[in-house]
């Protein structure tokens, strides 16, 4: 049988059809916070946001202390624009851990959302200078300032990117790069990443389907390409566990 860990495999390369398989058979059956969770994962992985929320409901109710859970929960909220109940969790789990990256992260990108560019950016340069993984809020960072207009600053930090002369260790992905060029509006260059990263079987694409930030290419013909590379295009047809 699959395992836990054999199932994140599969979602991060994209093998939607073995993920939902198992999931069919195990997730009716087991109870567990961690398999909820995976199943919350799945589900947003194919932009199934509204279902998703339950299960990550689930997997919180059975682990309530959980701070990656409680983040995730406030992620889901932001990912079906419910921007109010999003803002109220990240500040419930940044109280239970002041650094949490994806908390913080989370927090400014629903401030993004909302317009609140100038929060935002501030809420991800106290990060920056309060912790050692800075590095990872970059894509974050440069997005928000290029939505600000602030273009010089975009590209300086997008040279620097795509030289991976950032960080020893990290390294921006092509779909870091593709954010970056999405706040700068320029299309061409988010396509050719994103294609990159399908070429290249890159995981973190899968979230082009549940982060509201890319719903604004989601009327451009080459994102059904995208779909198409990513074996999404019988996802309708997949045999889904109900609520």
Same mark, same amino acid.
């Given at each position: ?14 093998? /939607? ?27 947003? +992985?194919?932009?199934?946001? *509204? ?26 909220? /932001?990912?079906?624009?419910? %921007? ?5 969790? !990240?500040? %419930? ?12 992260? *989370? ?42 207009? +602030? ?18 260790? !990290? ?10 060029? $999405?706040?700068?509006?320029? +299309? ?5 990443? $994103?294609? #990159? ?21 989601? *009327?451009?013909? #080459? %994102?059904?390409?995208? $779909?198409?590379? $990513? ?13």
């Amino acid at each position: 049988a699959q395992s836990i860990k054999g199932i994140s495999v599969a979602l991060r390369t994209h093998k /939607y059809v073995e993920a939902s398989d198992w999931f069919a058979d195990v997730v009716e059956k087991e109870t567990d916070a961690e398999t909820c969770y995976f199943y919350f994962l799945f589900l947003n +992985m194919l932009g199934r946001r *509204g279902s998703a929320l339950s299960w990550i409901e689930k997997a919180l109710a059975l682990d309530p202390a959980n701070t990656l859970y409680n983040a995730e929960l406030a992620r889901a909220y /932001y990912i079906n624009e419910q %921007y109010a109940d999003a803002l109220e969790q !990240y500040n %419930y789990t940044l109280g239970l851990d002041t650094v949490f990256l994806p908390a913080i992260e *989370g927090k400014g990108c629903t401030l993004v959302a909302i317009d609140q560019l100038k929060k935002a950016h501030h809420e991800f340069e106290t990060y920056q200078t309060s912790v050692s993984q800075e590095q990872e809020n970059i894509p974050h960072l440069v997005y928000i300032a290029a939505r600000l207009g +602030m273009n010089d600053t975009a590209e300086h930090f997008l040279e620097e990117l795509q030289l991976g002369s950032t960080s020893d260790s !990290y390294i921006a992905s092509p779909v870091d790069i593709a954010l970056i060029f $999405l706040g700068m509006k320029r +299309m061409d260059e988010v396509f050719f990443y $994103l294609q #990159r990263a399908a070429d290249d079987k890159i995981g973190k694409l899968h979230f082009i389907l549940a982060d509201p930030v890319w719903d604004k290419i989601k *009327g451009d013909p #080459r %994102y059904s390409k995208l $779909l198409n590379e $990513l074996n999404l295009s019988d996802i309708e047809n997949m045999s889904l566990v109900t609520e």
